[in-house]
């Protein structure tokens, strides 16, 4: 499937080095399909649980002004920790299409571009003005346009930054290496056979 | 000019130029285990694939293994089905799998480097992000997600963009009390936790030339925690004497040449590098962490530190505190701990356990402490015992356990209850990481652990020594 832009309302995250143990506990990874994960992102801070209740403030996940968004928005080095590809397929599940931000740990960016799931980097202060902009007006869309490089809502339109390569993916909807790397397996083999500990030194 | 380990492993790993830009990479060593590959088996079922070089790939069950009470089938449904799932994805497909009666079985980061699996020069990966334990051999290693597990499974091969490499040279002598522990998790607090997204960590420096392989792998374990999603070590003499005898290790005149690959894979003297960091042994103390990243530590003898603003840091600071129940400005040493933990793919090798148990012996448990002892494999637990490391820990009132995951993350039955205070020497204090939504980590070195059992608070270890 290609992907030019993407349309929809957003949804804040705030907050730096959000790790995949936050967006997905490990008890939810004992499940051997990704399915119904949607269920559980961030619950351990969200309403209904202990750690929730007790900080009170409401979750952006559990806001209704942001219900049915598809643009996430978060700061810097979002997703680290755990090489869990159960964060970003959760957050797809909840229907996030898209997510901009200051920068992204390196696994979790390369988990979710393989799953079709594109994470932008913004400049801190526009990521910034965006948050401000959508909780003072949840309702107005966004478009994330991956051709033209930009991100925009009514009034405000800043650069967006992907590497050459994950904007290619997206544009030709090449996104599923597994085919593209078994095209020439011959070569592959080639390879192998010549790395002293494939032979046997 | 010279080259890099990195570059040289990466060239010679090579493929080809992916129409996207990307390099393809042929992947030496696949490591597999139980719950990051049971969605990419069954996309290769699905398009009726093989998996390409089972002689490249190996598996094993480490993170929702009991440590207690192994019996088959566990109590816990879930993780029954999952176990099960890759025994048969294993059976099914022809994977190499050192299963729960096995006596090769441990966390994957464990029994990769003990086995003799894991080689200078190779590149591996893992459904892991811990993959990176493996640098220190002088491997190319790293974490992957499931979609990558499929790809490696099928083709052998991952699309990858380059990587940048920083050198951090760890120079003069480590004061006594100060471990391998100590210094990265330094390392991780002075670059940051996403100071090395897009680069390669070279650890390099006297100290780390005369670590030992386990030191090293301590170091390189948590790469990832700073953002680097490999970190390794040139192989070197004591590398060469590590890999001798191992099972899957090259033998005889092989090993010989073997040797003489090895070094010649190392970085050379004029190699350049993308960024140079330098870290004098001689101003570190042992480290704790007060916060919810593995950057947020500070030295035992210090202070927590004072949510100053509202803004960015500050808030992060206060968020961090909140959560701990600590107080900003207040001593580190005398935190009240619940739980002792001694494990975890970053300290649970053998000579983790006897540096902790140094400082058990002859000592007891505090009484309101749980504390617990979980070697990283099935043989070093053997080996240990070997020593009598497990009746020392007994004597003193530890739990002797089963290799496997347990509470570095709460995905089997070890986990922390409410808001308990945890001692641990595993790698990751995020909120909720040890299994309970409100549970709190400390992470310091297995000798500190010890420290903290006995003592029943954060203790500054060298004062037990
Ligand atoms: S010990 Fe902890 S960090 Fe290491 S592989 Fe297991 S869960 Fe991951």
Redesign the interface.
């Known amino acids: 499937m290609k992907m030019t832009r993407i349309e929809g309302t957003a949804l804040p995250m705030r907050?730096?080095?959000i790790?995949t143990?936050?967006i997905m506990?490990?008890?939810y990874?004992?499940?051997?399909?990704?399915e119904g994960l949607e269920g559980h992102l961030f619950?351990?801070?969200r309403a209904g649980?202990?750690?929730g209740a007790?900080t009170g403030a409401v979750h952006p996940f559990d806001n209704p002004a942001y219900r049915g968004a598809s643009i996430l928005l978060v700061n810097?080095?979002f997703g680290?920790?755990?090489?869990?590809?159960h964060a970003?397929q959760a957050l797809q599940r909840a229907g996030i299409r898209a997510i901009v931000g200051e920068?992204?740990?390196?696994?979790f960016f390369?988990?979710s571009l393989?799953?079709g799931l594109p994470c932008v980097t913004a400049a801190p202060d526009e990521v910034r003005e965006l948050m401000e902009r959508v909780e003072e007006r949840p309702d107005v869309h966004l478009r994330v346009d991956f051709e033209a490089g930009t991100c925009e809502m009514n009034g405000f339109r800043c650069a967006i930054r992907l590497?050459?390569?994950a904007r290619?993916?997206l544009l030709t909807g090449?996104w599923d290496?597994?085919g593209?790397?078994?095209e020439?397996?011959e070569?592959?083999d080639t390879?192998?056979a010549?790395?002293?500990?494939?032979a046997?030194? | 000019m010279g080259k890099t380990l990195l570059q040289k492993v990466w060239d010679l790993h090579t493929v080809r130029t992916l129409p996207s830009g990307q390099t393809q990479i042929f992947i030496g060593l696949h490591l597999v285990h139980e719950v990051t590959s049971p969605q990419a088996f069954d996309a290769l079922r699905k398009r009726g694939w093989k998996v390409a070089r089972l002689d490249r790939t190996f598996a094993t069950s480490d993170h929702i293994v009991p440590t207690r009470d192994r019996t088959r089938p566990f109590l816990d449904v879930m993780a029954e089905d999952m176990m099960a799932a890759l025994e048969r994805n294993c059976r099914d497909f022809g994977v190499p799998l050192a299963g729960l009666d096995d006596d090769r079985q441990g966390i994957v980061h464990v029994i990769g480097p003990e086995l003799g699996l894991t080689q200078p020069g190779m590149t591996i990966a893992c459904g892991d992000s811990h993959t990176s334990t493996h640098g220190a051999f002088g491997a190319v290693a790293f974490g992957i997600g499931t979609s990558q597990v499929r790809d490696v499974l099928a083709s052998q091969c991952l699309a990858l963009e380059p990587m940048k490499v920083r050198r951090i040279r760890v120079t003069g002598t480590l004061p006594r009390g100060v471990y391998a522990k100590d210094v990265i998790l330094t390392i991780i607090n002075r670059l940051g936790v996403g100071g090395g997204v897009g680069y390669a960590y070279e650890y390099a420096g006297d100290i780390v030339g005369r670590m030992s392989m386990d030191e090293r792998m301590t170091i390189c374990n948590m790469s990832i925690e700073g953002g680097a999603r490999v970190g390794y070590v040139n192989p070197d003499q004591r590398t060469f004497e590590y890999m001798k005898g191992r099972p899957f290790a090259p033998s005889g005149e092989a090993f010989e040449r073997a040797k003489t690959w090895w070094r010649s894979i190392a970085s050379d003297p004029d190699a350049r590098y993308d960024d140079d960091v330098e870290i004098r042994g001689e101003e570190l103390t042992p480290v704790v962490t007060w916060g919810v990243n593995p950057g947020q530590s500070v030295s035992v003898t210090g202070r927590v530190p004072v949510a100053n603003g509202s803004g960015g840091d500050g808030q992060a600071i206060a968020d961090a505190l909140a959560y701990m129940g600590l107080h900003g400005g207040e001593a580190i040493a005398g935190t009240r701990v619940d739980v002792a933990f001694i494990g975890s793919c970053t300290n649970s090798r053998l000579s983790d356990l006897r540096e902790a148990a140094r400082i058990v012996r002859g000592r007891r448990v505090a009484p309101h402490v749980k504390a617990f002892v979980v070697p990283g494999s099935a043989s070093v637990k053997q080996a240990a015992e070997r020593e009598g490391l497990d009746e020392i820990f007994r004597a003193a009132g530890f739990e002797w356990r089963s290799a496997g995951c347990s509470m570095c993350l709460g995905m089997n039955p070890d986990k922390l209850q409410g808001s308990q205070v945890c001692a641990s020497s595993s790698n990751r204090n995020f909120k909720g990481r040890q299994g309970s939504p409100t549970g709190r980590t400390l992470l310091m070195s297995p000798a500190m652990v010890a420290a903290a059992a006995v003592t029943g608070a954060v203790t500054d270890v060298r004062e037990l020594v």
């Not at chain 1, 920068?103 to 696994?107: D, Y």
């Open positions: 907050g730096d080095d790790d143990d936050r506990p490990a008890r990874l004992r499940a051997i399909t990704f619950e351990d801070e649980s202990a750690a007790r810097r080095n680290s920790g755990s090489s869990r590809e970003p920068s992204f740990a390196e696994i390369g988990n393989m799953i590497p050459g390569h290619d993916a090449a290496t597994t593209m790397l078994l020439r397996y070569e592959v390879v192998g010549r790395l002293p500990y494939v046997g030194f």
